[in-house]
């Protein structure tokens, strides 16, 4: 009787079971911010608008919440929950969908400069085609405290 053919299921079946059950289980680690440099989930904080603008820019509420105003509709802002992937790097995405059909929207931003007054986000290009990382100079709202 040849035994090739009883063979290759039960090692490809050891091989999933083992690939299965092996892998860790629980929910995924947090995001460390661990290293040098400061951690801005704890220090954005305020109103920062784009420069040139007389509304457009982000509100950090907290480590988890941003408030984003568009020039045009300025008292319609959208809001974003905030997810720090590290201490400079984090997710935004869209609190409330456009309608229940579609998911909600997802920005990655890094933080390439922050001094107190002015910041500089990096938006990460996360979809299709040739386009580039774009930055966004944003300077804080005259008038709101420095949290540094």
């Not at 409330?96 to 400069?113: A, I, K, M, R, T």
Request: hydrophobic share 35%.
């Amino acid at each position: 009787m040849n035994r090739k053919p009883l063979l290759l299921p039960l090692v490809a079946a050891g091989a999933f079971a083992l690939g299965w059950f092996g892998r860790p289980q629980g929910p995924p680690a947090p995001a460390r911010r661990s290293g040098p440099g400061p951690d801005y989930a704890t220090e954005l904080r305020g109103r920062f608008l784009i420069d040139s603008a007389e509304c457009a820019g982000f509100e950090f509420v907290g480590s988890d919440y941003a408030i984003w105003r568009n020039e045009i509709t300025c008292n319609d802002p959208d809001t974003f929950y905030l997810r720090w992937l590290d201490r400079t790097t984090f997710l935004a995405k869209q609190k409330h969908p456009y309608d229940e059909q579609h998911s909600p929207l997802l920005w990655v931003y890094s933080v390439d400069h922050y001094d107190g007054q002015t910041l500089r986000l990096r938006e990460l290009w996360t979809g299709t085609g040739p386009f580039r990382d774009e930055l966004q100079q944003l300077r804080r709202l005259p008038g709101e405290p420095a949290e540094r």
